[in-house]
């Protein structure tokens, strides 16, 4: 019997090993090892017309076909939508291929770690992406400066984005090479339910002795108390307090985060800059004092959230608000518009109030740090495939331009709901008049508290390293555990320390 | 053809012995002595035989599409994948594999294959055999009710996970408000809860691909052949003596199958817990084959992800050869 | 009438084998059903599940207007009618080149004297056992060397991977079952091999080959990760399609439902038709090691 076993084994590797040669291996070590930089398209079959000369320099790539790779998010649907026009200005063909985040970052992922040059630009998302592929993508400094391409008239300067957005999404690690250009925004603001915070005041300011309302120096601890008044089975417009977003990845990244950096900006590591991030941050800081107490606060503050919190992200949480199983939760600012839908929620119709996260709790601060609203985002760019060839990488240029422009993101706001990343759109008049109800743009009843979140000492970038992905999911995992009480704080401090260390290898 | 024919029809009919086989015998006992081994059909040589040029082109297809995947797999997993362009793979001999051993996340992540696993088969094949002994009760209507049991084969696994998802969502879930109705489930949540979530994808898997265990199992039953059945009947022996000496052994090379290929898909699906779970919460549905998934796109460590992947593989055949053996020495042999 | 659907003139098992069927009846449709209804609601309607423990808020899954706006949405916006074309055609062809070349390849396998013979067929079958993330990687790069990435043409060759070595094992089993003498009488008869295979080996397998082709079918149709990472943009199918409804703002939950039916439908279809051969073509099959 054990013979029999035995022969099959060894039949599966003689065959194995005899159908290889050595080329075979060559091969495969020559197509995976080398993945080439700056390759000058030779696998590319599409034709690129050279240079046109003279005239304009919108259209001196016609011709040329472009494919973009993006997550399917509503601007670059609209994008989808304007692709005409896109043609009508440069004679260029732009192919926008939408897909789930995670798929997106497979696919970009094979395309530029093999070398190849499937995708011509990319949807640069700044922690998930932009922390692994960086190095991959174009520096547009030299397409910035280069008078042969057409530029915005605003320019590319700081100040022309949201605060710092330039870095978050465009610098990495340091600031020698510009990736991506800002294209689109998600801030976390708090969605709360107005309606009932006026309904219920009396009966809140009798049981706590402070007035129902969400301001911007409401703190975590007020917000453990709306929770725990609106848990009440007798309330029986929503059926919890608070919704969280604990899903394993980004989502629970960023729900974690805020909390944790409220109380004394606490940060797994620290940073020289925080909006450019760092290579190798060193050992980080889970297991000092204000971590652990901070957990213990948060662990009172999941308990009392809705049981389901830790498998939602933010469409999960999204629908709990809009059916009202939930009467408040920290969720992006894109989903204003579907909250303020009647068609598919019944928050709509001016029940909804926005304002900034939470300010961390004095009383829980230990380190002698700030009280902040501690707020974060994910702001996403455009970046241009660093294997394409010289040409194609300048007709690239020419559609990020374009996609990224004033003109088209105010267009896109408006017409369908965007997320735009000029200052010039953020504070343009209509677009603050539409901060205001009634509005035709719901996504601007956001942007008051945005505005005041986006800022230091409030907002939290990072954190920007190469290992992102990995860190967000042991962090997941780990701080799930303790918000389910199945592990201590102190025990989910250390745990995490000698993780993340180990993952830096320090 | 007088003879063929007549074995033919019998062939096709008939449940019990295949054909008669004496009067065959005699007339190509001068060309065939064992049976296979000196068949007249095989004069030549195998590989320029006619079996060998049927079976050359699909051996090709198969070496090319598959072997360059195997191997790419190997010589992968010795190397660290570079992280910035430019820079070469690093040649790391089996660091990858002895790292694996204090990577936390691959030790729970088999803990969780194999309660996945264990569950789901051993519900599929109790309910499958369930099913497959009432429908072979019936006499009228089976037809059609097996065909309407077989839907949720039918179904693309995204889609499984898509429908569960929504049946087990706590805002909108009509699962859950029954569960929640009867009191199974107190003020909780399936997908989110570290106990429930695991359940949840094996509920999904069960309801899925019970069907398929079962036809195979029909099938199964409608080959045990009858005349052991009476044999055993008029022995005296009760139902479930019948049923553990007659039937079971009868049916092992089917069992087998079913078996084999469902243990194969479910190391290799992560279809559902991609829609329904992403591993979480809390890492408790991140089945190896999961792992393997995060850590060669998520984290695009492709070195790290071949070695696992390597890994699973012996592994799974391992458990495929092992219980292909053990089951054989148990059947009846034909 | 009880007794003459079931054998056995038990009363008591008359019962439990009709509640059986019934309660395994229920807990089948239930999903699909709650799926249809939900992809003719809007999503207010689909969402408003009663409170907890009000059992006679069940019937309010009835109450609702009907619309078919998500089966539009599918099929205007998101181009759904060109998705499952994708798939029907790289599945079939699919199908048909591994049943060909697999049914070919079994024969030989099957009548073919060789040593090795249980060694060959189940490394056949082990190459479908490989981690379907560690293959695509590799795949990825010779479709792009072929440039044959996120075509129809490629689609089919990865679904072929998968679909080539599970045909050829299925095949073998039912070849295996028929015994060599028969053709051997053929053979001595006059026959070639070629008509041997043909005229005799062949129609006896049919059912199998024909339940084996609706597998590979159905599982070419339904497959999603190959789809998603070597096939995608022109050549996309229906369940990429279904992902794609998760966007990056909300869940359609609509649309994703009214997509579950669409992409179930035509498998069911096929099963209705082939039923006969289905059960026929798996009772026929049998031992094999």
């Not at chain 1, 954190?463 to 967000?472: D, L, R, V």
């Not at chain 2, 779970?277 to 809390?282: D, L, Q, R, W, Y």
């Not at chain 3, 949405?73 to 994708?86: C, E, K, P, V």
Request: charged letters at 20%.
């Amino acid at each position: 019997m054990s013979s029999e076993k035995m022969s099959r084994r060894k039949f599966l590797e003689k065959t194995g090993l005899a159908a290889l040669s050595g080329g075979l291996l060559y091969a495969v070590g020559g197509s995976i090892a080398k993945p080439k930089f700056g390759f000058a398209g030779g696998q590319k079959e599409k034709e690129v017309i050279k240079k046109q000369g003279g005239g304009d320099v919108w259209r001196q790539y016609a011709g040329t076909k472009l494919i973009f790779m993006s997550e399917n998010t509503p601007p670059s649907s609209a994008i989808k939508a304007y692709s005409k026009e896109f043609y009508d200005l440069t004679g260029m063909e732009i192919d926008v291929q939408q897909d789930v985040l995670s798929t997106v970052q497979e696919k970009v992922g094979i395309d530029l770690k093999g070398g190849t040059t499937g995708y011509d630009l990319n949807y640069a998302q700044d922690k998930p992406m932009n922390t692994m592929f960086a190095d991959y993508w174009v520096d547009l400094h030299e397409f910035i400066n280069d008078d042969t391409l057409p530029q915005d008239p605003e320019g590319y300067g700081q100040d022309v984005w949201g605060y710092r957005w330039l870095d978050v999404t465009g610098y990495f690690y340091n600031r020698d090479r510009l990736v991506s250009l800002p294209y689109d925004n998600a801030v976390c603001v708090m969605f709360y339910r107005k309606d009932l915070f006026e309904k219920y005041s009396n009966q809140f300011e009798k049981e706590y002795g402070y007035p129902l309302e969400y301001t911007d120096d409401t703190t975590w601890k007020n917000v453990m108390d709306f929770a725990k008044f609106f848990n009440n089975p007798k309330i029986k417009e929503v059926e919890y307090g608070i919704g969280f977003q604990g899903l394993e990845g980004w989502a629970g990244q960023l729900d974690f985060q805020r909390p944790l950096f409220s109380h004394g900006q606490w940060e797994e590591w620290s940073f020289d800059d925080p909006f450019i991030g760092t290579r190798n941050p060193g050992p980080c800081h889970w297991g000092d004092d204000q971590s652990v107490e901070t957990l213990k606060h948060m662990q009172d503050l999941y308990a009392l959230g809705h049981p389901e919190s830790l498998s939602w992200n933010w469409s999960g949480v999204n629908t709990a608000f809009q059916t009202g199983k939930v009467a408040m939760c920290p969720n992006y600012g894109e989903f204003a518009a579907t909250v303020e839908d009647p068609d598919q929620s019944i928050a709509a119709g001016g029940k909804t109030g926005y304002g900034m996260d939470p300010k961390g709790e004095p009383s829980w601060i230990v380190n002698g740090g700030k009280a902040v609203n501690g707020t974060n985002y994910g702001i996403g760019g455009i970046a241009i495939n660093g294997n394409l060839s010289k040409d194609l990488q300048r007709a690239s240029y020419i559609f990020a331009v374009w996609a990224t422009s004033a003109k088209l993101q105010k267009r896109v706001l408006v017409e369908l709901g965007g997320t735009p990343t000029r200052m010039s759109v953020l504070t343009d008049p209509e677009v603050v008049k539409g901060m205001k109800r009634p509005t035709k743009m719901p996504n601007a009843l956001t942007y008051p508290a945005t505005l005041k979140g986006v800022i230091p000492p409030h907002v939290v970038p990072g954190p920007k390293i190469p290992k992102w992905n990995e860190y967000s999911v042991i962090q997941c995992i780990e701080l799930s555990k303790c918000m389910a009480k199945k592990q201590g704080p102190e025990e989910t401090a250390k745990i995490l320390k000698k993780k993340l260390d180990q993952m830096h290898g320090v | 053809m007088v003879i063929p024919v007549k074995i033919l029809g019998q062939f096709r009919g008939d449940n019990t012995t295949y054909y008669n086989q004496q009067s065959f015998r005699k007339e190509i006992a001068l060309v065939t002595n064992n049976g296979r081994e000196l068949s007249v059909l095989h004069k030549k040589k195998f590989i320029f035989s006619f079996y060998g040029w049927m079976l050359i082109p699909a051996v090709i297809l198969l070496l090319v599409i598959t072997v360059y995947p195997f191997f790419w797999m190997i010589v992968m997993s010795l190397f660290k994948v570079a992280v910035r362009p430019g820079a070469r793979n690093e040649f790391v001999g089996f660091q990858n594999y002895v790292n694996l051993v204090k990577d936390h996340l691959w030790v729970k992540g088999w803990g969780i294959q194999a309660k996945y696993v264990s569950m789901s088969l051993t519900l599929e094949f109790i309910l499958g055999f369930a099913i497959a002994l009432f429908l072979n009760r019936l006499r009228k209507g089976a037809n059609v009710l097996t065909t309407v049991f077989l839907f949720p084969m039918m179904v693309a696994p995204v889609a499984v996970g898509f429908l569960y998802l929504y049946l087990f969502n706590a805002s909108f879930g009509w699962y859950y408000w029954v569960l929640r109705s009867l009191g199974i489930l107190k003020k909780g949540s399936i997908l989110g809860d570290l106990h429930w979530a695991l359940a949840g994808l094996v509920i999904a898997d069960v309801w899925e691909w019970t069907p398929f265990m079962a036809l195979i199992l029909l099938a199964g039953l409608k080959k045990v052949p009858l005349d052991q059945l009476e044999a055993a009947k008029c022995d005296g022996a009760g139902s479930i003596r019948r049923f553990i000496d007659v039937v079971l052994p009868n049916m092992v090379p089917i069992i087998v199958i079913g078996v084999l290929i469902r243990f194969m898909d479910i190391m290799r699906y992560i279809d559902k817990i991609f829609v329904m779970t992403t591993g979480g919460p809390a890492g408790v549905t991140k089945t190896i084959s999961y792992y393997l998934f995060d850590v060669a796109f998520h984290f695009f460590e492709l070195g790290r992800g071949a070695a696992i992947g390597f890994v699973l593989l012996l592994i799974t055949l391992g458990l495929a050869i092992a219980f292909v053996n053990i089951l054989k020495k148990k059947g009846v042999q034909r | 009438m009880m007794e003459s659907i079931v054998r056995k003139r038990n009363t008591i098992g008359i019962i439990v084998t009709v509640l059986v069927i019934i309660i395994w009846l229920i807990w089948t449709l239930t999903p699909l059903l709650i799926m249809a209804l939900s992809s003719i609601k809007t999503r207010r309607e689909a969402f408003a599940t009663p409170e907890i423990g009000d059992w006679l808020g069940v019937f309010n899954i009835f109450r609702f207007k009907p619309t078919t706006r998500h089966y539009k949405t599918l099929f205007s916006g998101a181009g759904f009618a060109t998705y499952i074309w994708h798939g029907i055609v790289a599945s079939i062809s699919s199908a048909v080149i591994a049943i060909t070349l697999g049914t070919l390849g079994a024969y030989g396998l099957s009548r073919g004297k060789i040593k090795q013979e249980d060694n060959l067929s189940f490394w056949i079958i082990s190459t479908r056992m490989a981690p379907i993330v560690v293959v695509i990687v590799p795949l990825y790069y010779i479709f792009r060397k072929l440039g044959i990435l996120q075509t129809i043409p490629g689609l089919i060759i990865a679904y072929t991977t998968f679909n080539l070595p599970f045909a050829m094992w299925l095949i073998k089993g039912f070849f295996d079952d028929v015994p060599i003498e028969i053709e051997e009488a053929a053979f001595v008869d006059g026959d070639t091999h070629w008509a041997v295979f043909r005229k005799v080996a062949l129609p006896l397998v049919a059912p199998g080959i024909v339940a084996s082709f609706v597998l590979c079918v159905l599982l070419s149709w339904n497959d999603f990760l190959f789809a998603a990472i070597i096939g995608g943009g022109p050549a996309k199918t229906v369940p990429v399609g279904i992902t794609e409804l998760q966007t990056a703002v909300e869940v359609r939950w609509g649309p994703i439902n009214a997509a579950i039916i669409i992409l179930v439908i035509p498998m069911i279809f096929l099963g209705v038709l082939i039923r006969k051969y289905l059960v026929q073509g798996l009772t026929m099959g049998a031992v094999r090691e």
